[in-house]
């Protein structure tokens, strides 16, 4: 495979390299520890520039960019990591896409949404998981009945990353339980201020509370919010959780192999550099080639943008290795560090941001996913192995258990 840039890519690659040299905002001047309010001044500027969502259509706050523009200029804005977007993910990577699939014939409605997630002025939160679903999200029992020229919805999800922050919320909901799960089910957006919704944040281990409890009670959304045919809601779902895994693939979490080594160099065993140490160099050696291989398997999604391809399932390779490489990582820098390992004080060291990671990246490994789920994934449209048997496939969701 041929990675060098085509004169053309070379030329925007330049042009996108110039623009963030002049551009770019510099750490000192962000302010806060609310990523989605640290980071919007820098969105406002991307997309009164014109660099933010470069790949939609102009008239949504693009430029109508080619998948490998895109590529490339993610690549160049990764040399500011303290700018990075990732909080404004959901609606860039994952709604946005959705919404231009289902609403195309509904263009006003597009010219009123897209913008402002372009921008940062409103956020976005995926209503998906249920309690009692767990990673099968056709068992989901939030409701939606239809009154008039509105639907009435109730139910909960849970795991709903920055749903107290979020201006919209994307829902799939069950619309007729007489069919099998997959069939009955509808999806909508809605606003997140509406009566009879109640957020509860999540207690997570690193602290902070990403994870949310959502509850609906009769919350009233017009019709005109749906997305998609009344139960076409499996086939929305799907296709906005295919754009959550290509965007996953492509993230980086916080910890790579660059960090480690670093690390390496500057603690010390029996009085010399870790980075000596033989046992250390094999574990950092095992790293690398782990990294090497989803740097490849980044290059082949790359290749296949470049020729006009869709990279399909093969991103759950990188959605299943970098959450656990990523906390392999962070437990052995941990181990590195001793007994700082076990010190979460940004304030006393610098490098806290291991001890936060590995408390942060067991979720990773399940956003959009869970292990398991990338396995068949893989397993299933990459290998073409035999499906697994679903015996509930055909049965209506009344009949089944819970499902009344």
């Given at each position: 495979?041929?990675f060098?840039d085509t004169p053309?890519?070379?030329?925007?690659?330049?042009?996108?390299r110039?623009?963030l040299?002049?551009?770019?905002i510099p750490?000192?001047?962000l302010?806060?520890?609310?990523?989605i309010?640290?980071?919007?001044?820098?969105l406002?500027?991307?997309?009164?520039?014109?660099?933010?969502?470069i790949?939609?259509?102009?008239?949504?706050?693009?430029?109508?960019a080619?998948?490998?523009?895109?590529?490339?200029?993610?690549?160049?804005?990764s040399?500011?990591?303290?700018l990075k977007?990732?909080?404004?993910?959901?609606?860039q990577?994952?709604?946005?896409?959705t919404l231009?699939?289902?609403?195309?014939?509904?263009?006003?409605?597009l010219?009123r949404?897209?913008?402002?997630?372009?921008?940062?002025?409103e956020t976005?939160v995926?209503?998906?998981?249920e309690?009692?679903?767990?990673?099968d999200?056709?068992?989901?029992r939030t409701?939606a009945e239809?009154?008039?020229?509105?639907?009435?919805v109730?139910?909960?999800?849970?795991?709903?990353?920055?749903?107290?922050?979020a201006?919209?919320?994307?829902?799939?909901?069950?619309?007729?339980p007489t069919?099998?799960k997959h069939k009955?089910?509808?999806?909508?957006y809605?606003?997140?201020e509406?009566?009879?919704?109640?957020i509860?944040?999540i207690k997570?281990a690193?602290?902070e509370s990403?994870f949310?409890?959502?509850?609906?009670?009769?919350v009233?959304?017009p019709?005109?919010?749906?997305?998609?045919?009344v139960?076409?809601?499996?086939?929305?779902?799907?296709?906005?959780?295919?754009?959550?895994?290509?965007?996953?693939?492509?993230?980086n979490?916080?910890?790579?192999y660059e960090a480690?080594?670093?690390?390496?160099?500057?603690?010390?065993?029996?009085?010399?550099?870790?980075?000596?140490n033989?046992q250390?160099?094999?574990?950092l050696?095992?790293?690398y080639?782990v990294?090497?291989g989803?740097?490849a398997?980044?290059n082949r999604?790359?290749?296949?943008?470049?020729?006009g391809?869709?990279?399909?399932?093969?991103?759950?390779i990188?959605n299943?290795?970098?959450?656990a490489?990523?906390?392999?990582?962070a437990?052995?820098?941990?181990?590195?560090?001793e007994?700082?390992?076990?010190?979460?004080?940004?304030s006393t060291q610098?490098?806290s941001?291991?001890?936060?990671a590995?408390?942060?990246?067991?979720s990773?490994?399940?956003a959009?996913?869970?292990?398991e789920?990338q396995?068949?994934i893989?397993?299933?449209s990459v290998?073409?192995?035999?499906?697994?048997?679903?015996?509930?496939?055909?049965?209506?969701?009344?009949?089944?258990?819970?499902?009344?």
């Amino acid at each position: 495979m041929d990675f060098n840039d085509t004169p053309e890519e070379a030329a925007f690659r330049q042009k996108a390299r110039n623009w963030l040299a002049e551009n770019a905002i510099p750490e000192s001047e962000l302010e806060g520890d609310n990523l989605i309010h640290r980071h919007r001044p820098w969105l406002k500027r991307l997309y009164e520039g014109g660099w933010s969502c470069i790949s939609w259509p102009k008239r949504y706050g693009g430029q109508g960019a080619s998948p490998i523009q895109e590529v490339i200029w993610n690549q160049e804005q990764s040399h500011y990591p303290h700018l990075k977007t990732h909080r404004f993910s959901v609606g860039q990577k994952m709604v946005a896409p959705t919404l231009m699939e289902f609403l195309e014939d509904r263009p006003e409605t597009l010219e009123r949404l897209l913008p402002p997630i372009a921008s940062g002025d409103e956020t976005w939160v995926q209503l998906f998981s249920e309690p009692a679903g767990g990673s099968d999200l056709a068992a989901l029992r939030t409701r939606a009945e239809r009154d008039g020229d509105a639907w009435l919805v109730n139910g909960q999800k849970i795991w709903s990353s920055h749903a107290v922050e979020a201006k919209w919320g994307f829902i799939v909901t069950r619309t007729d339980p007489t069919v099998p799960k997959h069939k009955g089910l509808t999806c909508l957006y809605l606003d997140m201020e509406n009566p009879g919704i109640e957020i509860r944040p999540i207690k997570q281990a690193n602290g902070e509370s990403e994870f949310n409890e959502v509850f609906f009670a009769d919350v009233r959304i017009p019709d005109n919010q749906r997305v998609g045919q009344v139960g076409q809601g499996w086939e929305v779902a799907v296709t906005m959780l295919s754009h959550e895994r290509l965007a996953m693939g492509g993230e980086n979490f916080g910890v790579d192999y660059e960090a480690l080594r670093k690390l390496a160099g500057e603690v010390c065993i029996d009085g010399r550099p870790a980075i000596e140490n033989a046992q250390v160099r094999a574990k950092l050696a095992d790293f690398y080639c782990v990294e090497a291989g989803l740097r490849a398997t980044t290059n082949r999604a790359i290749s296949a943008l470049s020729k006009g391809k869709n990279p399909g399932s093969e991103t759950s390779i990188n959605n299943m290795v970098i959450g656990a490489s990523t906390q392999e990582i962070a437990a052995f820098a941990l181990d590195l560090m001793e007994q700082a390992g076990i010190v979460l004080d940004e304030s006393t060291q610098e490098s806290s941001f291991f001890q936060q990671a590995f408390l942060s990246i067991p979720s990773m490994r399940i956003a959009g996913g869970t292990d398991e789920i990338q396995a068949n994934i893989v397993a299933e449209s990459v290998l073409g192995l035999p499906r697994e048997p679903r015996v509930d496939k055909n049965v209506p969701f009344n009949e089944l258990p819970g499902g009344k």
